[in-house]
């Protein structure tokens, strides 16, 4: 299993080593990225019904979209881009001394899918969970606070963010304003806590044989991304004529943040919002960052689908705790792995555990 140890400076480098050499990029051919087919963009500031429509088309079709007019103002984007930049631009020995502990979610490290490939990523990674301090008093021992308040003050916009994408979504699957009441019955769905993830995919001298981060979706209900502004993000399409599925790149957009479905929004959806895979590759000149907030419910808040559906749930209720704990096992067969087949079905529905919200 590949450990923080294997890792190197990646700016010394003038050629992909053998542990980091991908024998297949190209398992699927990559969209034109001049075509007719690109990731949605929606404009917050419409009005609430067309904005719920689009969102419902993009999560059932695509399972990615940009926002605009989103409200996070711009100086607390380009804050967080140049404290990442300066995060990952200190000495790997400096870095390491806020490294994530094996059991722990926050620190610096390698990709966390690393030990699901047996080749390494050109990639580096800070999750921030809960307060930074702890680790910004390691990496910046007198000099800490205003990566603090740059994360704390970027947390807060993307909480107000989430929240409210998240309501247009579950109104958009079918719930109705009394059902999102705070005391209402769904109301914890709402009360969005998330993780901020920093990436940092370093220049490469042979971005063909270096994968950046490599495909997978993500847990929670939704990922907001903030991406520098050199292109890296691709999401897998499938085609809707039986051709095959293509890598579609998600270019930056000035100001636009991109939002994925998760594998909650899923489970919630019952398969009807696609929790979508997406890749990052890198960059023969230029370094790329990106900074993902994923957000989720409260870690003990049972997610199942909703029972705006007629017909069976296709998953089991999870928390996001337990998902975190089956994604860390059994990574992309996660979702598979909570699917109601026909015998669970009888065997839960005897036992009356599937709580549809
Ligand atoms: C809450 C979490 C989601 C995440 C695993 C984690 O505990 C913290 C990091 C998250 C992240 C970011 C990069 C991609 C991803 C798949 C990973 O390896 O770590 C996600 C995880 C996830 O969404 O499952
Ligand atoms: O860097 C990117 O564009 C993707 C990052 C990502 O997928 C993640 O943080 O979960
Ligand atoms: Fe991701």
């Known amino acids: 299993m590949p450990s923080l140890s294997d890792h190197f400076e990646f700016d010394s480098i003038c050629e992909v080593p053998d542990s980091h050499a991908w024998p297949s990029l190209?398992?699927?051919?990559?969209?034109?990225?001049?075509?007719?087919?690109?990731?949605?963009i929606?404009?917050?500031r419409g009005s609430c019904s067309d904005t719920m429509k689009f969102i419902?088309?993009?999560?059932?079709?695509?399972?990615?979209?940009?926002?605009?007019?989103?409200?996070?103002?711009?100086?607390i984007l380009n804050q967080l881009e140049s404290e990442t930049c300066r995060l990952f631009s200190l000495p790997t020995k400096q870095k390491l001394k806020a490294a994530r502990p094996p059991d722990g979610v926050s620190g610096y490290g390698l990709a966390r899918i690393s030990s699901f490939f047996s080749k390494l990523m050109w990639y580096e990674g800070f999750t921030i969970?809960?307060?930074?301090?702890?680790?910004?008093?390691?990496?910046?021992p007198h000099d800490y606070s205003k990566f603090c308040e740059t994360i704390e003050g970027y947390?807060?916009?993307?909480?107000?963010?989430?929240?409210?994408?998240?309501?247009l979504v579950l109104l958009s699957l079918g719930l109705n304003e009394d059902d999102l009441g705070w005391a209402g019955p769904v109301g914890d769905l709402l009360k969005v806590s998330g993780v901020l993830q920093l990436n940092s995919y370093p220049a490469c001298p042979d971005p063909d044989r270096a994968m950046g981060l490599a495909a997978h979706t993500d847990s929670g209900f939704l990922t907001i991304l903030h991406q520098t502004n050199t292109s890296g993000l691709q999401i897998l399409r499938a085609q809707d004529q039986h051709g095959p599925a293509?890598?579609?790149?998600?270019?930056p957009v000035p100001g636009a943040l991109v939002i994925n479905v998760g594998d909650l929004s899923h489970i919630l959806s019952n398969g009807r919002f696609q929790s979508v895979l997406h890749r990052a590759v890198v960059n023969r000149i230029h370094h790329r960052y990106s900074m993902a907030y994923i957000c989720g419910?409260?870690?003990?808040?049972k997610v199942s689908p909703l029972r705006t559906f007629s017909g069976r749930?296709?998953?089991?209720?999870?928390?996001?705790?337990?998902?975190?704990?089956?994604?860390?096992?059994?990574?992309?067969?996660?979702?598979?792995?909570?699917?109601?087949?026909?015998?669970?079905?009888?065997?839960h529905n005897n036992a009356s555990v599937i709580t549809c919200v």
């Open 129 to 140: 969970s809960g307060s930074p301090l702890d680790h910004a008093r390691k990496l910046w």
């Open 155 to 167: 947390n807060k916009e993307m909480k107000k963010l989430a929240e409210r994408v998240m309501n």
């Open 297 to 301: 419910p409260p870690a003990h808040t």
């Open 246 to 251: 293509r890598w579609v790149t998600v270019p």
């Open 56 to 75: 419902k088309h993009a999560c059932e079709r695509w399972g990615v979209f940009m926002v605009t007019g989103h409200g996070v103002p711009g100086d």
């Open 313 to 347: 749930p296709v998953y089991r209720a999870v928390t996001w705790a337990e998902y975190l704990g089956l994604k860390g096992k059994l990574f992309n067969q996660a979702l598979a792995s909570i699917r109601v087949t026909d015998e669970t079905w009888e065997d």
């Open 42 to 44: 929606i404009d917050l």
């Open 26 to 40: 190209h398992d699927y051919p990559s969209a034109d990225p001049l075509g007719p087919d690109s990731v949605p």
